[in-house]
């Protein structure tokens, strides 16, 4: 089970720094490794966009290839998770298969939004960007001063 061990071939162990950066390339060297398939964190879920436009956030996901049937977008307690589940599989009889191959993937992204409203979301996929619209409402300060006696 060698070559389970992440660690990056670019620098030795006595070089190697500290800090959120070393840890997002430990994750790199392991996802990256030829050993059983290459991946990369960057490309295995989609993109991205947070807008803030004052009364609203605009959210955009590249979804290309992405039939809306098989988005999830849920709003919990401030937190938007969009979820991905693509799987195609198609169920074909009097067939005398040698090889057959299915596709199935997950993908998901959440945002943290403190002043997002839990109602009056929209949503829309167009071109296979996929647009969300979340209104946002006033956070009151829930702060006390306390007095010492």
Do not use: C, Q
Request: a negative charge.
């Amino acid at each position: 089970m060698a070559g389970l061990i992440p660690f990056n071939r670019r620098r030795d162990l006595a070089t190697r720094g500290s800090g959120i950066d070393e840890f997002y390339n430990m994750l790199d060297d392991f996802f990256t490794s030829d050993w059983p398939f290459r991946r990369s964190l960057e490309s295995d879920t989609f993109k991205l966009d947070v807008v803030d436009n004052g009364n609203e956030y605009l959210i955009e996901a590249e979804l290309p290839g992405v039939d809306k049937k098989d988005i999830n977008i849920e709003m919990v307690d401030g937190r938007l998770e969009i979820s991905v589940t693509k799987d195609e599989s198609k169920e074909e009889k009097d067939k005398n298969y040698i090889h057959k191959e299915r596709y199935y993937s997950s993908m998901s992204r959440s945002i943290y939004l403190a002043d997002a409203k839990n109602e009056g979301l929209k949503a829309k996929l167009e071109n296979g960007v996929l647009k969300i619209t979340v209104p946002k409402e006033e956070i009151k300060e829930n702060k006390v001063k306390v007095a010492i006696e």
